[in-house]
C-alpha cells in the first residue's frame, strides 16, 4: 500500500473508531521531519511510565503518526523528531505501516477507560 493510501485509510478508521477526535495532516514539503499525522483523542489520556500505567480523566491523549510504506524507512530527522514527540507527557508515537498500528492503541485506550480504569489523576 502507498504511503498516502494509508495516510487517509487511518484517518478514515480514527473518525469511525472515535468520532470526536481531531485529525490534522501534517505532512507536506514544508514540514520535512514532522509527523504524517497528528490524531488528538479526548476524554482520557493514559501515561507510559516503565511498567506503569495511570489514567487521567478528562485529558486528552495524542497520537503523533508516521506513515510508512512496507519498505519504507525512517530518515533520521523524522526518528529525532518523533523520539522528542513521545518525551512528552500524553504523546504516543507510532510508525504505522497499517491501519491496526493506529486504531489498536486507540481501541486499547477506550477499552481501558470503558473498564473503570482511571485514577482521576491519583498515584
Known amino acids: 500500500m502507498r504511503e498516502a493510501d494509508l495516510v ?3 484517518m478514515a478508521a480514527v473518525k469511525r473508531l ?29 501515561a507510559w511510565s516503565g511498567s506503569v ?3 487521567t ?3 486528552t491523549h495524542i497520537f503523533a503518526v508516521e506513515c510508512k510504506a512496507r519498505r ?5 530527522l523524522q526518528a529525532e523528531q518523533g523520539k522528542k514527540l513521545a518525551s512528552l507527557p500524553g ?3 507510532v510508525v504505522a505501516r497499517c491501519v491496526e ?4 492503541p486507540i481501541r486499547w485506550l477506550s477499552s481501558y477507560k470503558d473498564k473503570g480504569n482511571s485514577n482521576h489523576g491519583q498515584d
Open 8 to 10: 487517509r485509510k487511518i
Open 18 to 46: 472515535r468520532p470526536n477526535a481531531v485529525i490534522w495532516k501534517l505532512s507536506d514539503r514544508y514540514t520535512r521531519g514532522l509527523p504524517d499525522l497528528l490524531i488528538l483523542v479526548p476524554g482520557f489520556r493514559i
Open 53 to 55: 500505567v495511570k489514567g
Open 57 to 59: 480523566e478528562g485529558a
Open 72 to 76: 519504507g524507512r525512517l530518515e533520521k
Open 91 to 93: 504523546c504516543r508515537w
Open 101 to 104: 498500528d493506529v486504531t489498536e
